[in-house]
């Protein structure tokens, strides 16, 4: 379960830029899903589940389910009642909503599926086993990170595709992964290796979306230590595009980092901290407390972006996903 908890934590994670008018938070405590409001009032147990992902309009809560033949992948609607299974896979991670809600991508197996939410109708099924999936913010297009393997650290490039017509390559260095499509750019981690470090290091860059305006957001600005960490990793970016929220995530940590980006700038909330989402003017972050390992006992809390004060939402709870 660590590792999974890993590979949630630098990709379920980018789903929320928050903003919606009637807040809401899903969460895990134990192998049950739930919902509430976004200062933790009002909570209501919706069903039994892993990894919860609510849409961008609070309407859905799409979640995986142990079953005897892998993991199911369920949606449901936020208010209660039956859920139905859109996928069996064997791998959980990388899951996403469209900003208008209206459409699901996810990883199964090695294919990209692209679902229509209503219908729960595939749409398209892409050969490509993913590192990151992510809508652009018209909800038209999907960016992801291709792969031909499901080996975290095997060569993947980026990759943006629109229905009806082919996957276009952005990269070619096989070595980009966990893509953000925001309103000004395609953030994204490439791996790099310096100083002949026995473990990969990782850079923050920024692409446009037709592969023009390449550019690095970080120069190793954020520590990594002699570990196996995945990071930095986009989680959230505020709309005005100056505020970057980033996961430094391995076997032994668990990072949440504010990256001002007019500054480069990047400081720690604290140790321990799992990132989960950002306000849209980035005043604040929702963030996970003691890591991700799953035996641990987490809450959820509201960090301002300035001081880092803390303010706790809900107790005995992982996973949040917050449309506000």
Known sequence: ??????????????????????ARIAFQRGDRIYVARDDGSGVKRLTR????????????????????????????????????????????GHLTFSPDSKR???????????????????????????????????????????????????????FTFRLGEPPHQLTRDGRSRWPLWTSQGIVFTQQTVRGGGKFPLYELWETQADGTGLRALTNQSVPITDDITYGPAPV???????????????????????????????????EGLVPLALSRDGASALLQTRGSDPTDQHSLVRADWLTGTRTTLIRNAMWGSWTG
């Open 49 to 92: 589940g892993h990894f919860p992902v609510l849409s961008p309009d609070g309407r859905w809560v799409a979640f995986y389910r142990t079953a005897s033949r892998g993991l199911e992948l369920r949606l449901m609607r936020a208010t209660g009642g039956a859920s139905k299974r859109i996928a069996l896979t064997s791998e959980g």
């Open 1 to 22: 379960m660590r590792s999974i908890g890993v590979f949630l934590t630098a990709v379920v994670a980018t789903l929320a830029l928050a903003g919606t008018a009637d």
């Open 104 to 158: 699901l991508a996810m990883m199964v197996r090695y294919e990209v599926w692209l679902v229509d939410v209503a219908s729960r109708r595939k749409l398209a099924r892409l050969p490509y086993s993913a590192r990151g999936l992510s809508f652009s913010p018209d909800s038209q297009s999907l960016v992801f990170a291709g792969s031909e393997s499901l080996k975290i650290d095997d060569p993947s490039d980026l």
């Open 236 to 270: 959230a970016r505020s709309l005005d595009g100056s505020r970057l929220l980033i996961s430094v995530a391995g076997q032994s940590r668990d990072d949440a980092y504010a990256l001002d980006l007019t500054t480069g700038a990047a400081r720690p909330f604290g």
